[in-house]
């Protein structure tokens, strides 16, 4: 499917999904990356070793999920903007979801939005945590979403505000 | 007439890496470009380049652009002249330039020992009725719109091919606020990176794989497309017809190399299907059949510009190295450089690439 559509299927989210017992430990890092293209950034930006030294720069990057610890450092050096971190633990109710945006407006911090799949349908409404746009994201911010945790795993962008698409 | 080592036509990424890394051995060098900026199609990209941190991945193309730019200005051994069309190359080797000047055009006769010549690509186009409708765009034509000009297009765009450049300039689209209707390809797969493809369908956007254009209407610009699904042999299934109301078509569907100098060079051509059609011969260092004209960039063969640049890299070394100019590093400069294009023709996705560049080298 995701190459006739460019929707991953459930299969393909699970085999990049740590377990559930590395999940509840805390926040790490999802490389949502299927195709051995010529990239190794996600890498270069890792300083734990959580993403693994490439043999080759086609390779598709490997994780070590009990090294990574969910800095965030990877999300926006990512081209393909196919990084997020989870943090399942966060709260009982709620999987705190780092994701990277390069849309304006950019969502405020504390407002409830749109979270979509990864077709771009609305699933349910998330609450805006942070919104980091330093330099080093260079205009890839990184934004911290709150997710009912029955969603969590189809939740995959946002819309902000009005949409720039629609205006 | 001028006099100069190394003359290279076109200032877009491989021409810009080529004269850096030209000059590195002493070598002069003459850069011209059509445009009034150098950086070829980098100044219009707005994405974070994939590859190496050698080829600057992860940094926005227009930075990688400033950056080279930055750097051939800051070289002694590099003149550069902008606004400058290569014209023609003669007989005797010489090759015409034209120089606007306020509102004057200056005619140039440049002998150069060395010629590399990196000047791009064209756009493929693709017959439909009504394919001249106001509205309908070359993907360039967008990018340059929407990238340099700041201009919006339109309202409500058709994306006609879904390879890198049809996802990259969508997505680019939605970030301008531009509603982006649908990616149709007739290819039953998505061409370009899954990457891109995905961010641009959670962002909504539709992507038909295996649907056609089958016509375009309006009566002073575009209102209407229609598009069918096609059979095994690429043909408009009856009875598939989707219409969609769009004001903005952008036709997305390849490059072509851009050979005319090899051509008038007296280079040995070769028609190769996975590089975009007609490209001269060269060896590992992509030096042609012409000994002194060496190609570099998507007239090599069109690929991503990070390759393009590393390309540019080799050439302007190899040219100068021919030349008798000697920089230390060179041997082991080359060989990495080599190296690492190998590297980013890996993959499923460099597979068509390797196959064409089996077809080229003498």
């Known amino acids: 499917m995701l190459k006739i559509s460019g929707v991953p299927s459930n299969k393909d989210i699970d085999?990049?999904?740590?377990?559930?017992?590395?999940?509840?430990?805390?926040?790490?890092?999802?490389?949502?990356?299927?195709?051995?293209?010529?990239?190794?950034?996600?890498?270069t930006a890792c300083h734990v070793g959580g993403i693994q030294a490439f043999k080759d720069i086609t390779d598709l990057p490997?994780?070590?999920?009990?090294?990574?610890?969910?800095?965030?450092?990877?999300?926006?050096?990512?081209?393909?903007?196919?990084?997020?971190?989870?943090?399942?633990?966060?709260?009982?109710?709620?999987?705190?979801?780092?994701?990277?945006?390069?849309?304006?407006?950019?969502?405020?911090?504390?407002?409830?939005?749109?979270?979509?799949?990864?077709?771009?349908?609305?699933?349910?409404?998330?609450?805006?945590?942070?919104?980091?746009?330093?330099?080093?994201?260079?205009?890839?911010?990184?934004?911290?979403?709150?997710?009912?945790?029955?969603?969590?795993?189809k939740i995959r962008n946002i819309e902000a505000g009005d949409s720039n698409a629609k205006s | 007439m001028i006099h100069t080592d190394i003359l290279i036509i076109g200032g877009g990424p491989s021409g810009l890496c080529a004269a850096i890394a030209a000059a590195k051995s002493g070598a002069e060098v003459m850069l011209v470009e059509r445009s009034q900026y150098f950086g070829g199609q980098l100044v219009k990209q707005t994405h974070m380049f994939f590859g190496s941190e050698k080829q600057y991945a992860a940094t926005r193309g227009f930075d990688i652009g400033k950056k080279l730019v930055e750097e051939v200005k800051n070289s002694d051994n590099i003149k550069i002249f902008h606004s400058t069309t290569a014209l023609g190359i003669y007989e005797d080797g010489v090759v015409t330039l034209e120089q606007k000047f306020e509102s004057e055009e200056i005619y140039l006769k440049v002998q150069a020992k060395s010629l590399i010549v990196t000047t791009g690509a064209l756009e493929k186009s693709l017959p439909f009725p009504n394919n001249d409708l106001p509205g309908i765009y070359g993907a360039g034509a967008v990018q340059t719109l929407m990238n340099e000009y700041l201009v919006k297009p339109g309202k409500r765009v058709l994306?006609?091919?879904?390879?890198?450049?049809?996802?990259?300039?969508?997505?680019?689209?939605?970030?301008?606020?531009?509603?982006?209707?649908?990616?149709?390809?007739?290819?039953?797969?998505?061409?370009?990176?899954?990457?891109?493809?995905?961010?641009?369908?959670?962002?909504?956007?539709?992507?038909?794989t295996g649907y056609t254009i089958v016509k375009a209407e309006g009566t002073d610009h575009l209102e209407k497309a229609t598009i069918a699904k096609v059979d095994q042999h690429w043909k408009p299934i009856p009875g598939t017809e989707k219409e969609m109301n769009v004001d903005v078509m952008c036709i997305s569907v390849g490059l072509t190399p851009s050979s005319a100098f090899f051509w008038q060079g007296g280079c040995e051509m070769e028609y190769v299907r996975e590089l975009g059609g007609y490209v001269p011969k060269r060896n590992r260092y992509l030096r042609t059949t012409v000994g002194n004209i060496y190609v570099?960039?998507?007239?090599?063969?069109?690929?991503?510009?990070?390759?393009?640049?590393?390309?540019?890299?080799?050439?302007?070394?190899?040219?100068?190295?021919?030349?008798?100019?000697?920089?230390?590093?060179?041997?082991?400069?080359?060989?990495?450089?080599?190296?690492?294009?190998?590297?980013?023709?890996?993959?499923?996705?460099?597979?068509?690439?390797?196959?064409?560049?089996?077809?080229?080298?003498?």
């Open chain 1, 15 to 43: 085999q990049v999904f740590p377990s559930q017992e590395r999940l509840e430990k805390g926040p790490v890092v999802i490389v949502e990356c299927f195709e051995t293209i010529p990239c190794n950034p996600c890498y």
């Open chain 1, 62 to 153: 490997t994780i070590d999920f009990e090294k990574c610890n969910g800095c965030t450092m990877c999300i926006s050096s990512c081209p393909g903007l196919a990084i997020m971190v989870i943090d399942y633990s966060y709260h009982k109710d709620y999987v705190k979801m780092m994701i990277p945006y390069e849309f304006y407006p950019l969502p405020k911090e504390g407002e409830w939005i749109k979270g979509l799949d990864r077709r771009g349908a609305e699933v349910v409404k998330v609450k805006v945590l942070s919104v980091k746009n330093t330099k080093y994201q260079d205009k890839t911010q990184v934004i911290t979403i709150a997710v009912p945790k029955a969603h969590y795993k």
């Open chain 2, 159 to 208: 994306m006609v091919g879904a390879g890198n450049i049809g996802l990259i300039i969508s997505y680019q689209l939605l970030q301008a606020g531009v509603e982006v209707a649908g990616i149709i390809d007739a290819s039953p797969r998505i061409g370009g990176y899954l990457v891109h493809a995905s961010k641009i369908r959670r962002s909504g956007v539709p992507i038909f």
């Open chain 2, 296 to 362: 570099a960039g998507d007239s090599a063969g069109i690929e991503e510009a990070s390759s393009a640049m590393v390309e540019g890299s080799i050439a302007g070394l190899a040219a100068s190295h021919d030349l008798g100019f000697v920089y230390e590093g060179y041997n082991r400069e080359i060989e990495e450089l080599l190296q690492e294009l190998e590297g980013l023709r890996g993959g499923e996705k460099g597979i068509h690439i390797r196959r064409g560049y089996n077809k080229v080298g003498f």
